[in-house]
């Protein structure tokens, strides 16, 4: 099982990123997956999650109202679409998918069992 997470770079403030999350070895259609980031010296911290299904979503209080998170259960692949983006969303990003099938979001990382490279995000100001 392995998660491919892609799409960061560097961004000035304001800008957008689209992040991707590959999933191969099997498939993830019946599982949640979620999105953390991590900066220097910093926790883990919740992003973004989307249950098994697609139909509920939940965000972290700091990207409320500027992230979207979605899934293509065809192509196996969750997306993060990130806008408005400053300069404390700079981390790396990373991607996770629950185990456990029929599942809704969890927010703690501890839920996940599968976790991608991570894919770095710098906005400068």
């Known amino acids: 099982v392995q998660l491919q997470a892609s799409g960061g770079g560097l961004v000035q403030t304001g800008g957008s990123l689209r992040l991707s999350c590959a999933a191969s070895?099997?498939?993830?259609?019946?599982?949640?997956m979620g999105w953390f980031r991590q900066a220097p010296g910093k926790e883990r911290e919740f992003v973004a999650g989307?249950?098994?299904?697609?139909?509920?979503?939940v965000y972290g209080d700091p990207v409320k109202g500027r992230c979207a998170i979605s899934k293509d259960n065809a192509q196996n692949t969750a997306y993060l679409q990130m806008n408005n983006l400053k300069p404390a969303d700079t981390a790396v990003y990373y991607c996770?998918?629950?185990?456990?099938?029929?599942?809704?979001?969890?927010?703690?990382?501890?839920?996940?069992?599968?976790w991608g490279q991570g894919t770095q995000v710098t906005v400068s100001s």
């Open positions: 996770a998918v629950r185990n456990l099938r029929f599942s809704s979001v969890e927010i703690t990382p501890g839920s996940y069992d599968y």
């Open positions: 070895g099997r498939t993830f259609s019946r599982h949640a």
């Open positions: 989307i249950s098994w299904s697609g139909s509920g979503t």
